[in-house]
Antibody, heavy 118, light 108 residues
Framework: QVQLQQWGAGLLKPSGTLSLTCVVYGGSFSGYYWSWIRQPPGKGLEWIGEIDHSGTTNYSPSLKSRVTISGDTSKKQFSLNLTSVTAADMAVYYC????????????WGQGTLVTVSS | SYELTQPPSVSVSPGQTARITCSGDALPKQYAYWYQQKPGQAPVLVIYKDSERPSGIPERFSGSSSGTAVTLTISGVQAEDEADYYCQSADTSDTYVVFGGGTKLTVL
């Protein structure tokens, strides 16, 4: 079974950079695509981007200019950086694992509430 | 950019059948997935590859696909099924992931 544990700063100032990290316990790092997904309060899910075990990334077109996702296979962890944050970036951020066989987002982190305030 | 469209809300009485639809132009080419989310919790996968049910998900949850629409069906709805449901798929080039806007299922 795969477990995801995420951490990072929960309070940011406008124009700052959001940084979150997710560590993978159990399972194979090469068996999944590793994604970041966010959910503003009271709103729906928004996919931010993903990385695979080889370091290949894909990003949401709407966030691509501000997002970087990186991974460390040896540590079985991956990270999200989102620059120039505004109040619109306030959300619960989840890391999640999508099986390479198309099994869906099987596993999710516990979520991190990120607040942007001066 | 590519979008998936869901109704904002669906209401059913206990024991009835709930159907939640999701439409998108790429759905004939891309699999759809469904997630259940209860307040304060992370989403849970209930259907993958249009109609497959993960282990541990009750048999009353089923999925189907027809053209540019997919449907999540919950037969014999129970009070515990009250939640938000999201469809998810990918664009035609399989480059990025998309979620529908979500449907709030209310059990009357």
């Amino acid at each position: 079974q795969v477990q995801l544990q995420q951490w990072g700063a929960g309070l940011l100032k406008p124009s700052g950079t959001l940084s979150l990290t997710c560590v993978v316990y159990g399972g194979s790092f090469s068996g999944y695509y590793w994604s970041w997904i966010r959910q503003p309060p009271g709103k729906g899910l928004e996919w931010i981007g993903e990385i695979d075990h080889s370091g290949t990334t894909n990003y949401s077109p709407s966030l691509k200019s501000r997002v970087t996702i990186s991974g460390d296979t040896s540590k079985k962890q991956f990270s999200l950086n989102l620059t120039s944050v505004t109040a619109a970036d306030m959300a619960v951020y989840y890391c999640a694992a999508f099986g390479v066989g198309g099994s869906g987002f099987d596993y999710w982190g516990q979520g991190t509430l990120v607040t942007v305030s001066s | 950019s590519y979008e998936l469209t869901q109704p904002p809300s669906v209401s059913v009485s206990p024991g009835q059948t709930a159907r939640i639809t999701c439409s998108g132009d790429a759905l004939p080419k891309q699999y759809a997935y469904w997630y259940q989310q209860k307040p304060g919790q992370a989403p849970v996968l209930v259907i993958y590859k249009d109609s497959e049910r993960p282990s541990g998900i009750p048999e009353r949850f089923s999925g189907s696909s027809s053209g540019t629409a997919v449907t999540l069906t919950i037969s014999g709805v129970q009070a515990e099924d009250e939640a938000d449901y999201y469809c998810q798929s990918a664009d035609t080039s399989d480059t990025y992931v998309v979620f529908g806007g979500g449907t709030k299922l209310t059990v009357l």
